[in-house]
C-alpha cells in the first residue's frame, strides 16, 4: 500500500460503556458486532459509497456474512480503535475487513466480512453502479483475515427456542438488526457457560430479512465442549433467516 492508498482506510476510535458489558464487565459479542457494523457505515459515507449514495440508485446495504476473531475479551472502561477497509468484490458480494486495537496499540481481534447492495423493491442484490472500482480492489492483498467469510452448515439439532421479533429489534430498514441474532444465539448457551467462557471466534450468516411481529426458531447445538452452532429460521415461512457458529476460548 502507497500513501495515496492511505484514504481507503479509516481509524474509528470507540469506549467500552457499562450498557456494552456482560455479567463479567466484558464486552458484548454484539456490542462488539455493533462497533464494527459502525465503522463500515462511517467508511463507506467518507469514501462516498454508504447508505445515502446507495438510496439513489434504490439500494441498500445489508451484511450478508461476518467473520471475527478475538485475541482478548475487551472491558468496560476500555478505549478501542477499529480499523477498516473496502477490501474487494466476490461476484455480488463486496468484501470489508477490519483490525481492533486497544489503547496501547496491540491487536485485540482482527474480522472479515461480505455485504451486500439490496434493492429496496424488490429485494434482490444488485452491483452499486457508478462506484470507483480502484475503491474497492485496490487493497485486496491487505487482508485482516485472507480467507472469505464462510457459508455455515446450520444445524437441525438441538435446543429450539421461540423469539417475538418486537419493536426495538427492528432498524431503519425496519428489519432485524444484525446485532439482535448474535444476541439470540448468544442467549441460547447456559448463563454458567458463559461466565467461565469468551468467545474465540464468531462467524455469522444472515439468510433472509426478519420483520416486526414475526416470530423466530433459534436453534442451538453444541457440537464440542468449545464450539455452538446456530440456526435461526421463520416459524411461519419456514425458511432460514440466519446461522451462525461460536468457537469459545
Not at 171 to 189: G, K
Not at 191 to 207: A, E, G, K, R
Amino acid at each position: 500500500m502507497n500513501s495515496q492508498d492511505s484514504h481507503l482506510i479509516l481509524r474509528i476510535p470507540f469506549k467500552v460503556t457499562s450498557a456494552d458489558t456482560d455479567m463479567s464487565a466484558r464486552l458484548k459479542p454484539g456490542s462488539l458486532l455493533n462497533m464494527l457494523i459502525q465503522s463500515a457505515i462511517q467508511s463507506a459515507d467518507s469514501l462516498g459509497f454508504g447508505f445515502g449514495g446507495l438510496r439513489k440508485q434504490q439500494l441498500f446495504w445489508v451484511l450478508s456474512r461476518m467473520h471475527i476473531d478475538i485475541i482478548r475479551p475487551l472491558k468496560w472502561y476500555e478505549n478501542i480503535i477499529v480499523e477498516t477497509w473496502p477490501k474487494n468484490v466476490d461476484g455480488l458480494l463486496y468484501i470489508r475487513d477490519f483490525f481492533l486495537y486497544d489503547e496501547k496499540g496491540e491487536m485485540v481481534g482482527k474480522a472479515t466480512s461480505g455485504w451486500l447492495a439490496i434493492d429496496m423493491v424488490s429485494k434482490r442484490p444488485k452491483l452499486y453502479e457508478g462506484i470507483d472500482a480502484s475503491m474497492l480492489d485496490t487493497l485486496k492483498y491487505r487482508h485482516a483475515i485472507e480467507e472469505l467469510p464462510e457459508k455455515l452448515e446450520g444445524t437441525s439439532e438441538g435446543d429450539e427456542n421461540e423469539i417475538p421479533v418486537t419493536y426495538y429489534d427492528i432498524d431503519l430498514n425496519r428489519h432485524v438488526t444484525s446485532c439482535r441474532y448474535l444476541d439470540w444465539m448468544v442467549d441460547q448457551i447456559p448463563v454458567d457457560y458463559l461466565l467461565s467462557h469468551y468467545p474465540q471466534s464468531i462467524s455469522l450468516n444472515y439468510m433472509k430479512e426478519t420483520q416486526l411481529g414475526e416470530r423466530i426458531s433459534m436453534r442451538s447445538f453444541q457440537m464440542n465442549p468449545k464450539t455452538f452452532i446456530f440456526e435461526g429460521s421463520h416459524i411461519n415461512a419456514k425458511k432460514t433467516s440466519c446461522k451462525g457458529r461460536i468457537i469459545f476460548q
